[in-house]
């Protein structure tokens, strides 16, 4: 079942008609939740990203989606049940690049959450650097949106060559973060992710992760950009993403890294997540 405008139905009609803006334009954003047990994690944090982000594409907020509505609405898709939601919002049908209404609307789907606390994942995951196409040093490249063509054409330059993910380049050929989590390098006693004004994608665990690594007395954390030629001198990469929590990078080009530190951040994750709930 999918949540259309509050109306629980079996099939999306509306967000797949080719009318609709998303479909043709990918006028749309997506923010993606974690439901456990009936239980939102970091609804604030995700409720106040996608009001942003929707005036910044100048989406016209009704009066109704409040974080309350927000909330009710989400959890009246999953039914008390533990899973993923997509919330999409998307401008009204009509209009060519100029839509004839700044009025959305929005489709819940809901979808299978395999692990239900966040969890370290290990093991071969080789990364490669994407060249055929960068990421802007701007304010839209933060944003959640369903434009993912850049990504799609990595995923499959990445399947072709035997990687599990790419590691995707912004204007000034920085590292940004990978097809879809934000990255972070461990070298010796420090940690570092690119900065937002580098173009990465504002996710929430991404800023979770930051809560957490600040905390942490022995560690020099900064928001920097990173270079390719860091990634082969660094101790450990990781990847952050709410589907799954985190990803160890194993190998990129001749460089193999270990996981320790990020193994050791699982338990204080999951601890600032419980305390959301």
């Given at each position: 079942?999918?949540?259309?405008?509050?109306?629980?139905?079996?099939?999306?009609?509306?967000?797949?008609?080719?009318?609709?803006?998303?479909?043709?334009?990918?006028?749309?954003?997506?923010?993606?939740?974690?439901?456990?047990?009936?239980?939102?994690?970091?609804?604030?944090d995700?409720?106040?990203?996608?009001?942003?982000?929707?005036?910044?594409?100048?989406?016209?907020?009704?009066?109704?989606?409040?974080?309350?509505?927000?909330?009710?609405?989400?959890?009246?898709?999953?039914?008390?049940?533990?899973?993923?939601?997509?919330?999409?919002?998307?401008?009204?049908?009509?209009?060519?690049?100029?839509?004839?209404?700044?009025?959305?609307?929005?489709?819940?789907?809901?979808?299978?959450l395999?692990?239900?606390?966040?969890a370290?994942?290990?093991?071969?995951?080789?990364v490669?650097?994407?060249?055929?196409?960068h990421?802007?040093?701007?304010?839209?490249?933060?944003?959640?949106?369903?434009?993912?063509?850049?990504?799609?054409t990595?995923?499959?330059?990445a399947?072709?060559?035997?990687?599990?993910?790419?590691l995707?380049?912004?204007?000034?050929k920085?590292?940004?973060?990978?097809?879809?989590?934000?990255?972070?390098?461990?070298?010796?006693?420090?940690?570092?992710?690119?900065?937002?004004?580098?173009?990465?994608?504002?996710?929430?665990?991404?800023?979770?992760?930051?809560?957490?690594?600040?905390?942490l007395?022995?560690?020099?954390?900064s928001?920097?950009?990173?270079?390719?030629?860091e990634?082969?001198?660094?101790?450990?990469?990781?990847?952050?993403?709410?589907?799954?929590?985190?990803?160890?990078?194993?190998?990129?080009?001749k460089?193999?890294?270990?996981?320790?530190f990020?193994?050791?951040?699982?338990?204080?994750?999951?601890?600032?997540?419980?305390?959301?709930?």
């Amino acid at each position: 079942m999918v949540n259309v405008n509050g109306e629980l139905i079996k099939e999306d009609t509306n967000y797949l008609n080719h009318e609709n803006r998303a479909y043709r334009f990918g006028d749309a954003l997506v923010e993606t939740l974690r439901v456990v047990n009936g239980h939102i994690y970091f609804l604030e944090d995700h409720y106040l990203r996608l009001m942003a982000s929707m005036r910044i594409l100048r989406m016209e907020i009704p009066m109704h989606l409040t974080m309350e509505f927000f909330a009710a609405e989400v959890l009246k898709t999953v039914v008390g049940k533990t899973a993923l939601v997509d919330f999409y919002v998307y401008r009204n049908h009509g209009g060519t690049h100029l839509p004839k209404t700044m009025e959305i609307s929005y489709t819940i789907v809901p979808k299978a959450l395999e692990y239900p606390f966040f969890a370290h994942l290990t093991g071969t995951y080789v990364v490669e650097l994407f060249k055929d196409f960068h990421k802007s040093n701007d304010l839209l490249s933060t944003l959640n949106t369903t434009h993912r063509v850049l990504q799609v054409t990595g995923a499959i330059f990445a399947h072709e060559n035997g990687y599990e993910d790419c590691l995707v380049l912004n204007d000034s050929k920085s590292v940004l973060e990978s097809l879809g989590s934000n990255l972070f390098l461990v070298s010796k006693n420090s940690v570092k992710t690119p900065p937002l004004s580098e173009g990465c994608t504002n996710g929430i665990l991404r800023k979770k992760m930051i809560e957490v690594l600040k905390k942490l007395p022995d560690i020099t954390f900064s928001e920097s950009p990173i270079s390719p030629f860091e990634l082969q001198k660094a101790d450990e990469l990781f990847l952050t993403h709410i589907d799954y929590g985190i990803q160890s990078i194993s190998r990129y080009r001749k460089k193999e890294y270990n996981s320790q530190f990020a193994k050791g951040l699982l338990g204080k994750l999951n601890a600032v997540a419980r305390l959301t709930v």
